[in-house]
């Protein structure tokens, strides 16, 4: 396939209604969280995606407040998880249930089973309780009991945790890192946004106002009609070669895993929709590519002595890999 470089108008009418769903929902959050169009743009891209999102950062920027406005932009099921350190994988998942009438065990469901997850200090519970959450994350299913139960689509968890208090903390494993489609930050508020988030939320719930623009069902068909966006054969290697480079990079002691280049791909497909186009350009890879494999990669000692970062590891990467011709 050609590599596309050029915007068009889509050709297709199911990638027109997935365009204005996407900015429907990032529209309605926004009219919450002010002054972080980026970081609304990369939740509804997850979103789109099919992918989870952990957000990092520091008390009192609004991580809570990101994760519920943009379930309660869909119409859907939301459930919220308070992650400490006594919640049971059971707590999670559900539990089975002797029922004395019928002389059965009856099934529990758990808040697993949800569209929308909010897993609130995820790292404030056990690894165990952690671990629950592997094969619902990537299975959309939670086995309990010998028992697998499915997880209805759409299926998304959005987790918060803070990055600089690790006391009573459980660091989350690489392997659950990996199953998060982005890492990404708020951030404190710009001095006039700020004002104005003042002056909102001293006055009531932003949420209270807050309706839903999209149904469940449609942000389903919206992550169905985003497997018809097109990704040159020459995006799939560069993809490819910017994961071989994190592999042998000095710098990075463990790289990219292929979910990594899967997620970084499906990204790129959502982020193309929402900038107009039905087809992927190198500039979306870029664009996401700190997001996407930053929270994967362990950067080698020397690099964290020198003070290296995993988004400067990765912006030295994007420098060095050569970028797809037309």
Do not use: W
Not at 138 to 160: C, G, K, L, S
Not at 242 to 255: C, E, K, V
């Amino acid at each position: 396939m050609r590599l596309e470089t050029r915007d068009t108008a889509f050709q297709d009418e199911r990638m027109r209604a997935v365009a204005s769903g996407a900015k429907r929902i990032a529209a309605n959050v926004a009219s919450v969280i002010l002054g972080k169009d980026d970081v609304i743009e990369a939740c509804v891209v997850a979103l789109l995606a099919g992918g989870h999102i952990i957000i990092e950062d520091y008390p009192g920027v609004g991580k809570t407040l990101l994760a519920k406005a943009l379930a309660r932009s869909v119409s859907c099921r939301f459930a919220r998880i308070q992650f400490t350190p006594d919640l049971l994988p059971s707590d999670v998942t559900g539990v089975s249930v002797f029922n004395q009438k019928t002389a059965s065990f009856e099934f529990r469901p758990g808040p697993i089973f949800a569209n929308i997850v909010l897993a609130d200090e995820i790292n404030r519970s056990s690894p165990k309780t952690q671990a629950s959450l592997l094969e619902c994350m990537e299975e959309r299913q939670a086995t309990v009991d010998n028992v697998t139960h499915p997880i209805e689509p759409p299926f998304m968890v959005i987790a918060t945790q803070n990055p600089i208090e690790y006391e009573g903390t459980y660091p989350l494993p690489e392997a659950q890192l990996d199953r998060f489609m982005m890492r990404v930050s708020l951030g404190y508020p710009s001095a006039t946004a700020e004002q104005d988030i003042l002056q909102a939320q001293t006055n009531g719930d932003p949420l209270e106002q807050l309706e839903p623009v999209v149904s469940a069902a449609q942000v389903l068909a919206m992550q169905v009609a985003l497997r018809r966006v097109r990704v040159a054969d020459a995006l799939h290697r560069y993809v490819v070669e910017l994961l071989a480079a994190t592999r042998t990079s000095r710098d990075i002691y463990l790289g990219g895993s292929t979910r990594a280049g899967i997620a970084l791909v499906r990204a790129a497909k959502a982020l193309a929709v929402l900038r107009g186009r039905d087809f992927v350009v190198p500039q979306d890879i870029k664009d996401l590519a700190v997001r996407v494999l930053a929270h994967r990669l362990i950067l080698a000692p020397d690099a964290k002595v020198r003070g290296q970062g995993e988004a400067g590891a990765i912006a030295e990467l994007l420098a060095t890999v050569p970028i797809p011709e037309a």
